[in-house]
T-cell receptor, first 116, second 113 residues
Framework: DSGVTQTPKHLITATGQRVTLRCSPR?????VYWYQQSLDQGLQFLIQ???????AKGNILERFSAQQFPDLHSELNLSSLELGDSALYFC???????????????FGEGSWLTVV | GENVEQHPSTLSVQEGDSAVIKCTYS??????FPWYKQELGKGPQLIID?????GEKKDQRIAVTLNKTAKHFSLHITETQPEDSAVYFC????????????FGTGTRLKVLA
């Protein structure tokens, strides 16, 4: 158990809908990262938050957004869902805002999103 | 742009044999290289990592080697066991204030009993 908690574990929704994925980082970790894993794209970095502020953006679509709350949990909001958004969404956390050599990130179990 | 190539995509070995997975990175500024193991239905779990100032690191049956000149790094698993069957991901990161890993596309390792 990495200590990173994600809910829900599984979610099925229709195209055009909006969903929210939730993540609680490891105790004491200030950074939260969101990754998308699909069969043909591997692990793609979406966005990072550090202590409530957006720190870095990756290949995140405009239909997606995230935030980190004062208690450090984070939510990833996915809207106007398309079939191609079906994927496993991972949250990860780390103590620091930057990945220094030797400072790794720890992944949660993921949220399976199926868009039908 | 930044890229990490990983080979092979699938690998089958007999129990007790060795397995080697290779990655090549494009950004010469990368200086931290973790390896993750992902079992079915679970999140990636760190198994070993190496920094750019080290050429090799070993932890029991797992070792990682790094060739900075060639921008290659490899994962070596010796005396493979059925529980080693999983998907393995390599990643590269720059430590100087950056924030993200670039992951390889993964290797599905099957250890045949």
């Amino acid at each position: 158990d990495s200590g990173v908690t994600q809910t829900p574990k599984h979610l099925i929704t229709a195209t055009g809908q909006r969903v929210t994925l939730r993540c609680s980082p490891r105790s004491g970790d200030l950074s939260v990262y969101w990754y998308q894993q699909s069969l043909d794209q591997g692990l793609q970095f979406l966005i990072q938050y550090y202590n409530g502020e957006e720190r870095a953006k990756g290949n995140i679509l405009e239909r997606f957004s995230a935030q980190q709350f004062p208690d450090l949990h984070s939510e990833l909001n996915l809207s106007s869902l398309e079939l191609g958004d079906s994927a496993l969404y991972f949250c990860a956390s780390s103590p620091e805002g930057y990945i220094f050599a030797g400072n790794t990130i720890y992944f949660g179990e993921g949220s399976w999103l199926t868009v039908v | 742009g930044e890229n990490v190539e990983q080979h092979p995509s699938t690998l089958s070995v007999q129990e007790g044999d060795s397995a080697v997975i290779k990655c090549t990175y494009s950004d010469s500024a990368s200086n931290y290289f973790p390896w993750y193991k992902q079992e079915l239905g679970k999140g990636p779990q760190l198994i070993i990592d190496i920094r750019s100032n080290v050429g090799e690191k070993k932890d029991q049956r797992i070792a990682v080697t790094l060739n900075k000149t060639a921008k290659h790094f490899s994962l070596h698993i010796t005396e493979t066991q059925p529980e080693d069957s999983a998907v393995y991901f390599c990643a590269a990161s720059k430590g100087s204030g950056t924030y993200k890993y670039i992951f390889g596309t993964g290797t599905r390792l099957k250890v045949l009993a």
